[in-house]
Each structure stands twice: as C-alpha cells, then as structure tokens.
C-alpha cells in the first residue's frame, strides 16, 4: 500500500507564501507522475500541478506564475511552493500518485488564505 503525507499547510495573508510537502516511503515514487490538486468547499477537486518522474512539470491556468511544482527523488518527496497567494486559492490541497495504471491519495492538507 502506498501511503502519502502531505504537510506545510495552515493559515496566510494574501500575498503570503507557502510551501507543501509530500513525502511516501514507496521504492516507485521516482518513477511515478506526482501532482497536487485542491478541493474548496462546495467545489469538485481540481488540478493544480503535475510533475512526471523525469521533471516534466504542467500546472493550472489560475496559478501560473505563482506555485511551482517539484520533486527530489532523494527524499521520495513532492514540493508545491506557492507565492502571491489569494483568498481563492483557500482549499484542501491533495498529493496524488500515479504509476502503472494506479493512483493513491493523501488524507489532505488545509490552506487558508485571508483577505
């Protein structure tokens, strides 16, 4: 079983950054596509970012520019940075795995961005 563990969430005033982590103890996770997505309440969960085992990165249209997605295959750790952060942003962020035609999830991290 592939076990996901999301951290660096909380609260932040517009304008503020912060930086999430997943980590996952799996021997596939080098090779693994690792995304984050975000579900705000009364919304379906949507993409935020993706980053293939090679470092091919995509990201949504609503944060370019602001969050940036990265890995370190060292650490079997998954980073989103996000900077310019806006109340709209305020969800419950998810670390996704995706490798041979399966996907696991995190329990989810908070972020709560004031105005």
């Known amino acids: 079983q592939v076990q996901l563990v999301e951290s660096g969430g909380g609260l932040v005033q517009a304008g503020g950054s912060l930086r999430l982590s997943c980590a996952t103890s799996t021997i596939i996770f080098s090779y693994s596509t690792m995304g984050w997505y975000r579900q705000a309440p009364g919304k379906q969960r949507e993409l935020v970012a993706t980053i293939t085992g090679t470092g091919t990165t995509e990201s949504a249209d609503s944060v370019k520019g602001r969050f940036t997605i990265s890995r370190d295959n060292a650490k079997n750790t998954v980073y989103l940075q996000m900077n310019s952060l806006k109340p709209e942003d305020t969800a419950v962020y998810y670390c996704?795995?995706?490798?041979?035609?399966?996907?696991?999830w995190g329990q989810g991290t908070q972020v709560t961005v004031s105005s």
């Open positions: 996704n795995l995706e490798s041979f035609g399966a996907t696991y």
